[in-house]
């Protein structure tokens, strides 16, 4: 997928400095349930991982790309859960810390959204969210997520024990009035 500034595409070996640098920083993963991860043999285990997800259909992870720097990974987006159905998907993101602040997550989930929506032809796409987490909020709503509501103890996340999660939802008429704005 392309857009005037990103371009998401597969994650290879070759990018196994850059999701380094990403799993192994402690602030990326301090609202997220997975354990940073400070081995490189790890995490190239990881990047394996990713394609084999992808050819289950089970996860499916997008690294994000500057268009001017196509071959410096930045972050990295996902769909999963993919419930067939209820005809819905879940989405998480993060960014390299060096790249927050900059759009880049709001622009991702936009492409990643449109790419669900008319695509894949979902009817509902949601994020979890660990209340504390305003950037990532912030980036949701952009994108016309709505908060609907808190699950209080509701999940078990590596490395935080049990935590509350706010869910955020885009069904897909909320998508289409969007798009006629």
Request: aromatic letters at 10%; charged letters at 25%.
């Amino acid at each position: 997928m392309k857009s005037d500034h990103l371009i998401l595409r597969e994650i290879e070996d070759c990018h196994l400095e850059e999701v380094f640098e990403i799993y192994s920083n402690d602030s990326v993963f301090e609202y997220c349930g997975i354990i940073p991860k400070h081995k490189k043999d790890t995490v190239l285990t990881m990047i394996g991982h990713f394609k084999r997800d992808y050819l289950k259909k089970s996860r499916v992870k997008w690294g994000i790309f500057p268009v001017q720097q196509s071959d410096t990974l930045v972050g990295i987006i996902e769909a999963f859960e993919l419930n067939q159905r209820v005809n819905m998907a879940t989405i998480g993101y993060f960014l390299a810390e060096a790249h927050w602040g900059k759009g880049i997550a709001s622009e991702a989930v936009k492409m990643v959204v449109r790419f669900l929506m008319e695509e894949v032809n979902v009817n509902r796409i949601q994020a979890e969210v660990m209340p504390p987490n305003e950037a990532s909020k912030k980036v949701l709503r952009n994108n016309g997520f709505l908060m609907e509501g808190t699950l209080r103890q509701a999940a078990l996340w590596s490395g935080k024990g049990i935590v509350d999660l706010e869910i955020y939802g885009l069904l897909r008429e909320d998508y289409q009035s969007l798009q006629t704005r």
